[in-house]
């Protein structure tokens, strides 16, 4: 399995950035889709975006032309910037695996915004 650390998030104003970071290990990482996830309080979690191994990207609409998705597979790395941030944006984020299926999630990065 893919073991995966996010780090990035933080409080930010309504219009702000944030840039995301996905820490994975395993030598099989480059293989992989992967993607960033959400989870607000009393929601489910959604994809945001996704990347395959080769760099064809898919977004939310309601992110669309917001965030972008990158990744560098010799890092081990993805990455989630995020530009003209909302309030209905503030969750938590995750990476994983796309799809996740049963894989395992890591903590998290908690993402608020305040208008």
């Known amino acids: 399995q893919v073991q995966l650390v996010e780090s990035g998030g933080g409080l930010v104003q309504f219009g702000g950035s944030l840039r995301l970071s996905c820490a994975a290990s395993?030598?099989?990482?480059?293989?992989?889709?992967m993607g960033w996830y959400r989870q607000a309080p009393g929601e489910q979690r959604e994809l945001v975006a996704r990347?395959?191994?080769?760099?064809?990207?898919y977004y939310a609409d309601s992110v669309k032309g917001r965030f972008t998705i990158s990744r560098n597979n010799v890092n081990n790395m993805v990455y989630l910037q995020m530009n003209s941030l909302k309030p209905e944006d503030t969750a938590v984020y995750y990476c994983?695996?796309?799809?996740?299926?049963?894989?395992?999630w890591g903590q998290g990065t908690q993402v608020i915004v305040s208008s």
């Open positions: 994983n695996i796309y799809p996740a299926g049963s894989h395992s």
């Open positions: 395993g030598s099989m990482f480059s293989i992989y889709v």
């Open positions: 990347i395959s191994s080769g760099g064809i990207v």
